[in-house]
C-alpha cells in the first residue's frame, strides 16, 4: 500500500486508546489526507483536535468506511466483529486493536520490533491485529534476547495500570480516590472491587485451568508472535492504583547460561527499548516515568540466584499502556503498511 | 517463662508496629501487669491509649528496662543494636522486628505457624527475631505445602504497601495522592520516589548481585525458618501504592507433581491461612480485604502451565503487612514464650 497521503479511520476515537492514535499520527507526521473520528451515537458529535483543526465525531455505521484506507478499531471486541467486514469490504486495511481476531491463523498479530514482516498477511483477511498491551510490553523487552539465546520459559507478574480498562476506569481511580482520601464511601462502577489503594487479580473471565483471559492473551500471543509454539509460559495479571504504565515482573530461563552484562547489552541496543538500571541511585523502570514514553523501559537487570546453571534473568519493565501497549504499536504498523 | 502478669516494653510506641502492638496486645488480652511504652525525646511525652488508660510514651534510655518481662522493638536496627544490651542485662526477653539480630545463628528466627519450636533458643541470647514483613507472609502460605511435598524453588514477586517504611510513608502516601489530585506539585521525602499513583523497586541497598536488602531478607529468612538452606528462592520486591497489606505472586516448584485441589486442601487446614479463591465471583486476595485481618489471605490456586511434569503451582496472597507482618507476630510470639 503505497500513497502519498491515507484516509484513515479511526473507530472509538473518544476512548483512551482514540485519543492517543490522533496524538501519535499528529506527533509522527504520518501523512493522514482526512482522519475519520468514529464512536458510538452516544459520544458521536463531540469536537477532537487534529493538527490544528476541530474534527467532529461521527457515528460509527456501515456506511464510515467508504475510501478509508486504513482503520483502526479500538472500540471493543464486539464492535470489531460487527464493523470490520464493513471496512474490508470498502477496501480499508483494519489495525484491530482489540482480541477479536488475535489468534486467528489467516491474521498477522504484530510487534514492530518482533515481527515486522509478518504485515505482509495482512493480504489474507485485509486485518492486521495489534496485540494485547502487556503483550507488546513484554515482548519489546523479552524478543531481543530470545534472538540471541532462545527463552525457554517465561515466568511473569504484572502490575497493570487503570488505563488498561479504559478512559472511564482511569476517571474512577481519579474521582475513587479523592473519595477515599475524604472519607466519603466508595461505590466501584467499572472495576468490581476499589482500585484506590489497592489491587486485585485482574477482572477477565477465568477458564477451568484457574487462568484468567489477560494472563491467556499473554501466553498465546507470546507464541504467537515469536513463532515458537512451545516456549513455556505463566503469567499473573494483577491491577494496581497506577494510572497509565503497566510494569512486569519477569523471570526468564535461556536455552544456555546468560549473564547479566550480556542481556544488558543486547538490551541497550534493542530498538524500543530503554534501559534503566542504576544501582546505585536505586533508579530502575517506574509507570511515572514511562507514561507518555516510547520506550519500554527495562531494569533490575540481574541473574536469578535460585538457578544455579547461570540460565536463569530477573528483569523490571514499565511501559505505556496507552502508547507503545495500544496506540503507538498500531499507528507503527500503519507505518510499515505505508512502506514507511 | 511463667508468670501470672508481664511487665512488657514497647520500643519504638508511636510508631506504626508500635501502635498496632499495643491494639493487638489488647485484643487477645495478653495479661499485661504494665506496660512501658518507649520512644525517642522527639516522640515521648505523648499519652497513648491502653485498657481504656492514657499511657505517657517515656524517653527510652539504659535504665528503661528495669522490671520489664518482654521488650518488643520496633523502632529500627540501630536502636536495637544500641539498647538490646541493656534490655537483656535487666532480664527482658527480646522479639526484635528489627533485621539486625535475625541472621544470627544464636537469635532463632520465628514465624508461629512455622517453627514455634525454634523459640526455646531464645536462652542463647535473650533474643528472639521477629521475620521480615513480606518473608513472614509468604512463609504461612508455602509452609504447610512445604511439609507435606518439599518446595525446591521460590520464585516471589512482591506489591508490598506503604505501611512496611512506617507511619509517615503512610501519610506521605496520602498527602502526596491528594497532592497530585489537586494538581500541586509534589516532593517525595519519605520514600526517594513518588508513590502516589506509581511504583518503584524496594528502595533498599542493592547488592552487587543485583537484589536489593529486601529481596535478601525474603530469601535468607525462608531458609532460616525453614531449616532449609538449600531451598532456591528469587525475589523482586516493588513498593506500590496501598496503604498497609503486602501482596505477593508466588510461583512454586515442587519435589513431587501437585495438584491445586491438594493444595487447596491443605490450605483450608493450614493455622493462619484464609482461602480466598472464588473463580466465578473473580474475587481474590486483595490488600482492602486483608488489611486489619489476622490470617494471610490465599487465591488464585493454580497449577503452573509452563511446568508439563505437574511440579508447578501458582498463588496469590495479601496479608496485613501491620499485623501478621509485625506486630501480630510478635506478640503471637510473647504468647508462645509465656506458655500460653
Not at 461521527?58 to 471496512?87: M, T
Not at 523479552?142 to 534472538?147: E, Q
Not at 540471541?148 to 482511569?170: C, D, E, F, H, L
Request: proline fraction near 6%.
Amino acid at each position: 500500500m503505497n500513497k502519498e497521503q491515507y484516509t484513515v479511520a479511526v473507530v472509538g476515537a473518544t476512548g483512551a486508546v482514540g485519543e492517543q492514535v490522533r496524538e501519535v499520527l499528529e506527533e509522527r507526521a504520518f501523512p493522514v489526507k482526512q482522519l475519520r473520528l468514529l464512536a458510538s451515537e452516544r459520544s458521536a458529535g463531540q469536537f477532537l483536535p487534529f493538527q490544528g483543526n476541530q474534527l467532529r465525531v461521527e457515528v460509527l455505521n456501515e456506511e464510515s468506511f467508504k475510501d478509508v484506507d486504513i482503520a483502526l478499531f479500538s472500540a471493543g471486541g464486539s464492535v470489531s466483529a460487527k464493523f470490520a467486514p464493513a471496512a474490508v469490504a470498502a477496501g480499508a486495511v483494519i489495525i484491530d486493536n482489540t482480541a477479536y481476531f488475535r489468534m486467528d491463523p489467516e491474521v498477522p498479530l504484530v510487534v514492530p520490533e518482533v515481527n515486522a514482516k509478518a504485515i505482509a498477511d495482512y493480504k489474507n483477511r485485509g486485518i492486521i491485529a495489534n496485540p494485547n498491551c502487556s503483550t507488546i510490553i513484554m515482548n519489546v523487552a523479552v524478543w531481543p534476547l530470545h534472538r540471541v539465546n532462545p527463552v525457554r520459559r517465561i515466568i511473569v507478574s504484572t502490575y497493570q495500570s487503570a488505563s488498561g480498562a479504559g478512559a472511564a476506569a482511569m476517571e474512577e481511580l481519579r474521582t475513587q480516590t479523592a473519595d477515599h482520601l475524604a472519607g466519603r464511601r466508595i461505590a466501584p462502577s467499572v472495576f468490581p472491587h476499589p482500585i484506590a489503594f489497592n489491587l486485585f487479580s485482574h477482572n477477565t473471565p477465568i477458564a477451568p485451568d484457574g487462568y484468567n483471559t489477560e494472563e491467556r492473551k499473554m501466553i498465546d500471543e507470546t507464541r504467537k508472535i515469536f513463532h515458537d509454539p512451545f516456549i513455556a509460559i505463566t503469567a499473573t495479571c494483577i491491577r494496581v492504583p497506577v494510572m497509565r504504565a503497566h510494569s512486569e515482573s519477569i523471570n526468564l530461563t535461556f536455552d544456555r547460561p546468560i549473564t547479566p552484562d550480556e542481556v544488558r547489552a543486547i538490551l541497550q541496543a534493542a530498538p524500543g527499548v530503554e534501559v534503566v538500571d542504576d544501582r546505585e541511585a536505586n533508579r530502575f523502570p517506574m509507570p511515572i516515568d514511562a507514561s507518555g514514553r516510547d520506550n519500554v523501559l527495562v531494569g533490575r537487570i540481574r541473574q536469578d540466584i535460585s538457578r544455579p546453571d547461570g540460565r536463569g534473568i530477573e528483569l523490571f519493565v514499565s511501559g505505556d499502556q496507552l502508547r507503545k501497549g495500544a496506540a503507538l504499536n498500531a499507528v507503527q504498523i500503519v507505518e510499515l503498511l505505508a512502506g514507511r
